[in-house]
């Protein structure tokens, strides 16, 4: 299953063009699975600019599949040391949203689309981590 990252919504509601959309159209059209965490699902409607587009929007995701921390004392645990991790190795994570999400399909082996260059730094660190690769 695909954990859809907030980077390829924002992008597909701003009708961009790139692979990791025309991925998610994929998914979308073929009806194959797909979740979000509770940050994504927060983070998108955090960058609604109408009160109209926040509740469309929050209504589509209700209906969608939600993924959760585990253990949310060891997930958080394991997202911290993800982040020093990668810090010690000279790799500045932008977001702990991402390495929460990161930790997350770690831990439930979902594979990350997304558009984020952070979770392919991510991945140089933890190795498992399942992200789908595209050319653009």
């Known amino acids: 299953m695909y954990l859809v990252d907030t980077s390829v919504w924002i992008d597909y509601f701003r009708d961009r063009n790139n692979a990791p959309v025309r991925y998610l159209v994929d998914i979308l059209e073929n009806k194959i699975p797909f979740s979000i965490t509770g940050m994504i699902y927060q983070e998108v409607l955090q960058g609604t600019a109408s009160l109209r587009d926040f509740e469309t929007l929050a209504d589509y995701f209700s209906t969608q599949q939600f993924v959760y ?3 949310n004392f060891l997930t958080h645990h394991e997202t911290a040391k993800l982040y020093f991790d990668c810090r010690k190795k000279g790799i500045t994570i932008r977001s702990s949203v991402d390495c929460l999400s990161a930790q997350i399909a770690i831990e439930q082996k979902l594979t990350i689309l997304h ?3 952070d979770f392919n730094n991510i ?8 992200l789908v690769t595209h050319d653009d």
């Open 115 to 117: 558009n984020d260059k």
């Open 69 to 71: 921390p585990k253990d």
């Open 123 to 130: 991945k140089k660190i933890r190795p498992k981590l399942l």
